[in-house]
Structure formats: structure tokens, C-alpha cells
């Protein structure tokens, strides 16, 4: 059995390395090539690069048009999949550069197809994250990242998401009702920090800022303990200033 399952392996990986091939091929060609020119191309024999094409063709790694192959779409989501991780990763990496230049917790998050979606946190053991006692995306009207998302939205916008997910106390310092945070929301400048204490989780202190782009709505935001409070204001306005417009390229381009 060890003996077989040896002599297998390199005939898979030949196969592999030969798809690789002919889709190298394919892609060299904007308006498609037959498939004896790719046979050709990518030097292999007829017979094989026949059952190649007609196999990434069923994958929709190719897509055959008027007799010649052309890339399908599943090539473009591998694409756009590398991409899109690179947006993570570029966006990942600034979190770290104000969490570590800022000292406290960094978060960003998104608004996306109705739900407050928290994308990525940098923190360290010395200066934990809050942790998701209740649900985010259920608790918006409590912390300062959905309070910021909403008040990126028009008043429709945030009278269905709070007929969604209703105001409810989560802590003793929470918004009590829908009026009144719709009041509120209403009452936030635009472009402004948007700030909490204790509405969220006893013992923290939060605030956030918006990044919009286009009918989108993100946030960045941190998170203090209560005790630092004095620090919140002076180190959102660091990262308000910091931050720029660095992140409004790649907020809605991420896919949640």
C-alpha cells in the first residue's frame, strides 16, 4: 500500500504542474487560443492537454468560446482572493503600527450588507482588546464602533437596523431607548469622534472615527480602561491625524 501511494503522488503533482501550464498559456492569450496552440505552448502532447482543458473547463478555470479557451471566472476569484488578502494584510499591519504607537487597542470594522462586521483588532497582553462579552453586531447602539457606523447612515438606514436590533441596557450607562440614541446619532458631527464610557463593558472607555467612501461606512477605534480615561481623547485625535486617507482605499474592498 506505502508502495502505491508513493509511485501515485508525482503522477498528481505532473498533473497539477501541467494545468498550471496550459492556464499560463491561456493566460498569455487576451482573445483565447485553440487547444493544439496550447498543447503546443505548453509542451504537451494532444491527448493530454485535451482531457486538461476539457477538466479545467468543467472547473470554470477555462471557459471555451468560438472553438478557442479563454480564463473563466474562477481563475478571477483566485484573484481577487489574493487581492483582497492583500488589503487585509496592508490593513493588519497599520493596526499594529497605531496600536504599538498609540499604546492602546486598535479596531476597525465595517458596515456591511446590514450588520456591523468587526474585521480585525490589534492589541497586546498589556493592553488587552475588550472582550465580546455580548454580541457586537446585536449591541451597536453600546459601543462606540456601531454608534459610529450608524451615524454613517441616513435615518432609515439606522431606524432598520435598531428595528433589527433594539436598544436594550447592556450596561447601567447604556442609551435607554431608541429615541433617545437616535437623537443622538443625530446630533453627531460628521467626521467626529465618536465616544462612549462604560456603555459597552464596565471599567472601559471607547471611542471611534468614522472612514466613509462613497454610500460606505467604516470605523477605527480604541478602547481604554477607565482609570486611563484622561488619555482617550488625546490619543483618538493622534490616530484621526495619523491615519489620513490611508485606510479609506481599502475599507470596502474587503470582503467579510
Known sequence: MTTATNAAAPTLIGSVQRALKLLDAVAAHADGAPAKQLAREAGLPLPTAYHLLRTLTH?????????????????????????????????????VHWRDAIGVPVYFALYHEGEIELVAVADTPYAPAVAEWADFRETGHAHAIGQCLLSQLDEAGRRDHLDRHPVQAVTPYSVRDKRSLLERLASTERMQPVVERQEYALGTVCAAIPITAGSGAATMAISLPLHQQGRLMPAIEQLRKGIGGLLGSLAFSISI
Open 59 to 95: 472547473e470554470d478555470y477555462l471557459r471555451r468560446e468560438k472553438g478557442v479557451f479563454v480564463l473563466g471566472e474562477a481563475v478571477g476569484r483566485l484573484a481577487l482572493g489574493g487581492a483582497l488578502q492583500n488589503r487585509r494584510s496592508r490593513l493588519e499591519k497599520s493596526l
